[in-house]
């Protein structure tokens, strides 16, 4: 049974600290999302990739945020520095093929910076 | 700019009981609509989904959804709740071109034994 993973699946750290959350991909699936969940914002789309090449980060903070895909297996999300209002559960989603719209979500990194 | 609007944020049901989640959109166009579920702990999986044609849709788990374009809804049902369909649900709108979706803010279904 194919899954997204995401590592780690829990992380604390203090504020001002970098903050790296790792995705796996099903393989084979071309387009990776992030997404960001909070109480009061509910699920943000961050960022998103087709084919590796990044195809809308406007969802994202530039000044701390950034996304990458160093190869199909892996999406990165790093917050450098990171603050209290990062705290949130990020989700990488992977998605077969452009337009599907069948977005298979990982389990989530609860992130909580302090 | 699409959006979509979830107007329960909590809902409660006992076992065995019918249940209706409600959701409204705002798309220019005829929008691709979906439903997703979330148990706690767990990343969103995809309840069903609505391109065209027929307006009423069946998904996994026995949800089904209909489309009616005349109120801008697309509403989630089941005819009997089962306790382990308790989680948090979203309706989610995609703009056929971008591949991106829109998520509402989720309705959180209580199913009381």
């Known amino acids: 049974d194919a899954r997204v993973t995401q590592t780690p699946r829990d992380k604390v750290t203090e504020m001002g600290q970098e903050v790296t959350m790792r995705c796996q991909p099903i393989?084979?699936?071309?387009?990776v999302f992030w997404y960001r969940q909070t109480m009061m914002q509910g699920l943000e789309l961050l960022a998103y990739f087709r084919n590796r090449a990044p195809l809308d980060d406007s969802g994202m903070p530039k000044d701390r945020f950034s996304a990458e895909m160093p190869d199909a297996t892996l999406a990165t999300l790093k917050i450098q520095p990171s603050e209290p209002r990062d705290s949130a559960v990020y989700f990488c989603a992977s998605e077969k093929q452009e337009h599907s719209y069948e977005q298979y979500f990982g389990p989530g990194t609860r992130l909580t910076v302090t | 700019a699409q959006s979509v609007t979830q107007p329960d944020i909590h809902i409660t049901v006992s076992e065995g009981a019918s249940l209706e989640l409600r959701c409204n959109y705002s798309?220019?166009?005829?929008?691709?609509l979906f439903w997703y579920v979330q148990s706690p702990g767990q990343g969103l999986q995809l309840l069903l989904k609505?391109?065209?044609?027929?307006?009423l849709v069946q998904g996994i788990k026995g949800f089904e959804a209909e489309f009616k374009r005349s109120q801008s809804s697309f509403n989630l049902r089941k005819p009997s709740v089962h306790w382990s369909d308790a989680a948090e649900y979203f309706c989610a709108v995609g703009a056929p071109v971008g591949g991106k979706l829109t998520f509402g803010q989720g309705t959180i279904l209580t199913v009381h034994p």
């Open positions: 393989l084979g699936h071309n387009t």
């Open positions: 609505y391109f065209s044609g027929d307006t």
């Open positions: 798309y220019g166009a005829t929008p691709y």
